[in-house]
């Protein structure tokens, strides 16, 4: 099971987002099991315990949350059209490949 931490401003938007590709990883079979903080907070224990962390358009410029992070965890944005659609199976896709992962149920 891979840990992906998706980081957001405040954190509504992306919870209703998370819980659908959640979804999407269990019909498809996908080991990967998502959360959602808020920038504010992204801690170093919390990062410990990721595989990959998505940034959300919005705060992916910031140059405090990626120097939080650093070179802790491997770091993606997520792409506008992804985002901006709530696009949920497309975030598992995007995901998938970040990591090389591969599903065990076709697209």
Known sequence: ?????????QG?????FIGEAKRVSETQRVPLHFQAVSYLELTPELLDD????LL???VAYQAEIQA???DRVPMAVI???I????NSQALVKFTCKQLAVHPEVAY
Do not use: A
């Open 1 to 9: 099971m891979k840990n992906i931490l998706l980081v957001c401003g």
């Open 12 to 16: 509504i938007s992306s919870h209703l």
């Open 50 to 53: 990721q595989d990959l962390v």
């Open 56 to 58: 959300t358009p919005q």
């Open 68 to 70: 939080k992070i650093g």
């Open 79 to 81: 792409p506008n059209d």
């Open 83 to 86: 985002y901006g659609w709530l």
